[in-house]
């Protein structure tokens, strides 16, 4: 997740820009650090905030099933996501009642509340939604839902052991859908959780494609994305040019060429640093590619492989690892039976249900 805000971080001064607008402007190696962007440097845009909101109502619907003993997954998320889109402004259909209890602590963080030009398709899709968890109705297969994906594959590796991949998969697909209708939109966003799931589990990037490339098969409508990750793969090991390959895979607007950039990005390069700025100067939608190919840099090489000076630099770097720990540590939180938790037990067990309300 941190790996994620950092390319996120780097990437947002440049998109929209063309690869030649910015070498122009940063010199023959292009952008290599935080430019000032929102007010700072170092600030993340919405992919993060989204990432944020997409932990934490993964953790809220953990606690409501450990209390309430059922849950609905997508529909906690979506609670979750119509909290993100409260802080950018936008007034939704589906308004349960909000109490500042409820909102928990990420929507009461003051910087969570600035507009980093939130995508058009997830504004509409969550101002329209008429109800907890329902699907968006329209055909949008751009990266807004991948991008925010990597939580889940986190929140999924804590109880892998007894769950598999494809539920992994179905996981990311769902949550996806809450703001993007079409099937190759769902179908990376559950791809990349299985990813960061497999490469938390110790795999490589090329044993992790290798895992999900035969869940993707079984799915209907996966052409489109089963090309563009062959593709990237093939790239990878090729002869073509980094700007070139790049160029091929695509822009990075649209779901399977977002997750098909990262990908080439993180398999052709040697360390973080590399490739996240492969992932970041080139045409199109650089913000986001940033983010997926940190969030997969970051699952396979560990936070230590972050340069410090971008960790030290980072918007709410303290709020990320947070929530990243949470859902790491979350299966070993004591919250179930209080009859038997300590004094001190039964103290950090509220301070974790003020923190991830379970509504």
């Not at 953790?59 to 802080?87: D, E, M, Q």
């Not at 899709?125 to 991008?147: D, E, F, I, T, Y």
């Not at 409508?221 to 390959?245: I, K, M, P, R, V």
Request: charged content about 20%; aromatic content about 8%.
């Amino acid at each position: 997740m941190l790996g994620g805000a950092v390319g996120d971080a780097l990437g947002a001064p440049v998109e929209f820009l063309s690869r030649s607008s910015i070498f122009r402007m940063f010199g023959k190696d292009g952008i290599t650090g935080y430019d000032p962007a929102d007010g700072g440097a170092g600030k993340f845009s919405d992919d993060t905030q989204m990432m944020l909101f997409t932990a934490e109502g993964l953790l809220r619907a953990y606690l409501r099933f450990i209390t309430k003993g059922i849950c609905h997954p997508p529909s906690v998320v979506s609670h979750a996501y119509l909290r993100w889109v409260r802080t950018q402004g936008v007034r939704t259909e589906c308004n349960p009642q909000y109490g500042t209890e409820a909102d928990g602590w990420l929507f009461n963080i003051p910087e969570l509340h600035s507009q980093r030009a939130p995508g058009s398709t997830c504004v509409l899709a969550l101002a329209s939604m008429p109800s907890l968890g329902m699907p968006a109705s329209n055909n949008s297969k751009g990266c807004g839902a991948v991008m925010r994906m990597a939580p889940v594959g986190l929140f999924k590796w804590n109880i892998h052991g007894e769950q598999d991949y494809r539920e992994t998969f179905t996981l990311g697909c769902e949550l996806a859908a809450i703001t993007h209708g079409h099937p190759t939109s769902k179908l990376a966003s559950g791809t990349l959780a299985v990813l960061v799931c497999a490469l938390i589990d110790g795999l490589s990037l090329q044993d992790a494609l290798a895992i999900a490339f035969p869940i993707l098969r079984a799915t209907p409508h996966h052409g489109e994305l089963l090309d563009s990750l062959l593709q990237a793969e093939s790239y990878a090991c090729s002869n073509l040019t980094h700007d070139l390959a790049i160029e091929r895979l695509g822009e990075g607007w649209t779901a399977e060429e977002a997750l098909a950039i990262a990908v080439y990005c993180a398999l052709s390069t040697q360390d973080f640093r590399e490739g996240i700025l492969l992932a970041v100067n080139h045409d199109g939608d650089s913000d986001s590619t940033g983010t997926i190919a940190g969030n997969l840099l970051g699952a396979l090489r560990g936070v230590q492989a972050i340069p410090a000076d971008w960790l030290q630099q980072l918007e709410l770097r303290d709020v990320v690892g947070e929530l990243a720990e949470d859902l790491h540590d979350y299966r070993r939180w004591k919250v179930s039976d209080h009859s038997l938790l300590t004094a001190a037990e039964e103290q950090t067990a509220e301070e974790i249900f003020r923190k991830y309300p379970p509504v």
